[in-house]
């Protein structure tokens, strides 16, 4: 069965750069959740799209910007890194808001 | 907003004995009540779930009660196998939409052969 893809696996960036991190849902899958995972910590909400809108937002820094787009795939960007910003990035969909998210693999993101 | 308290935050036991996880939430309109295991550096991957309207769950070694009036729920394991060495958070959610999660602080569980 097909999964929640996400893209780059891992990613290494400096201090003050950008990223950006692609997810791409379970087809037929409308609704796309961002959560950030510290080391040794809980999941945390960040944003979440439904149909293309923004649905929801939670903890998300204003220097991180989110959108989904017209093929549902949703993308967060992230700009002037910092070192706590390191984390895995973890992307979920769910075919009905009343349904269990499905996760994706993650992105470990490291700030240098 | 909501608030997940999860116990024990390191649980160890022998292979075979039983495993119990606890939480509570602080928001009386969540109605969502995940379980999810994660590896180290992987998906959380969901093992059990619970709805408002049901008190008790079991799928297979694995249930989850919950009790609406004093706020909490439980995870079950029972015969515990090593491989069921992980990371467990329960998460709550609320309102219309169930991908919006409040996780717990997570339980360290190893299963010592």
């Known amino acids: 069965a097909a999964g929640v893809i996400q893209s780059p696996r891992h990613l290494i960036k400096e201090k003050r750069e950008t990223a950006t991190l692609k997810c791409y849902p379970i087809?037929?899958?409308?609704?796309v959740y961002w959560y950030q995972q510290g080391p040794g910590q809980d999941p945390q909400f960040l944003i979440s799209?439904?149909?293309?809108?923004?649905?929801d937002k939670g903890s998300i820094p204003d220097r991180f910007s989110a959108q989904q787009f017209s093929d549902y795939h949703s993308e967060l960007n992230m700009s002037s890194l910092e070192l706590g910003d390191s984390a895995l990035y973890f992307c979920?969909?769910?075919?009905?808001?009343?349904?269990?998210?499905?996760f994706g693999n993650g992105t470990r993101l490291t700030v240098t | 907003g909501e608030n997940v308290e999860q116990h024990p935050s390191t649980l160890s036991v022998q292979e075979g004995d039983s495993a119990v996880i606890k939480c509570t939430y602080s928001?009386?309109?969540?109605?969502?009540f995940p379980w999810y295991k994660q590896e180290l550096g992987k998906r959380p991957q969901l093992i059990i779930d619970?709805?408002?309207?049901?008190g008790e769950k079991k799928d297979q070694r694995i249930a989850v009660t919950l009790n609406k009036t004093a706020k909490h729920f439980s995870l079950h394991i029972t015969e515990t196998q090593p491989e069921d060495s992980a990371v467990y958070f329960c998460?709550?959610?609320?309102?219309?939409?169930?991908?919006?999660?409040?996780f717990g602080q997570g339980t360290i569980l190893t299963v010592h052969p």
């Open positions: 998460a709550a959610a609320g309102g219309t939409s169930y991908g919006k999660l409040t």
């Open positions: 619970i709805r408002s309207n049901v």
């Open positions: 979920a969909s769910q075919l009905q808001r009343v349904s269990p998210l499905h």
């Open positions: 928001d009386s309109a969540s109605n969502y």
């Open positions: 799209f439904y149909e293309k809108m923004q649905s």
């Open positions: 087809p037929r899958h409308d609704t």
